[in-house]
């Protein structure tokens, strides 16, 4: 396996980013609807093309098989699904606390979020 920074973002990376998004939240995210999968699929692409530090693991094919966006590297604050609690275990294993939680996610759906900040 191979972790990079990726500075281009091809078409084709896209695509195979946005399928290991949608494995990974069909896996996760159970709340969800396939058709509300759907929808929010559709604003990936751009997310994926405007996120400052694009992280990618490869497999020994070099395709991805995870990614991560972030601002900056001294991540200190993140939102996470509540009803992901596999999501929220880990991110609490690595030392973040819930701060705050809204009823709704960012696009207005009933999903509450929950936002954790690492404890120093």
């Known amino acids: 396996m191979n972790i990079i920074e990726v500075k281009e973002r091809t078409n084709n990376l896209i695509n195979q980013l946005l ?3 949608e494995d990974s939240v069909k896996a996760t995210h159970t709340f969800l609807s396939d058709e509300e999968i759907e929808n929010i699929k559709k604003f990936v692409p751009q997310a994926l093309k405007g996120i400052a530090h694009l992280i990618i693991i490869e497999n020994e094919n070099h395709r ?3 990614f991560m966006g972030i601002e900056n590297y001294n991540v200190n604050d993140l939102a996470v699904n509540e009803d992901n609690p596999h999501a929220k275990s880990f991110y609490e294993h690595m030392g973040f606390k819930v701060y705050q939680r809204n009823e709704l996610d960012d696009q207005g759906n009933p ?10």
Do not use: D, G, Q, T
Request: aromatic share 18%; hydrophobic share 50%; glycine share 0%.
């Open 111 to 120: 999903y509450p979020v929950l936002y954790m900040r690492l404890e120093k």
């Open 64 to 66: 991805p098989i995870a």
């Open 19 to 21: 399928e290991v998004w």
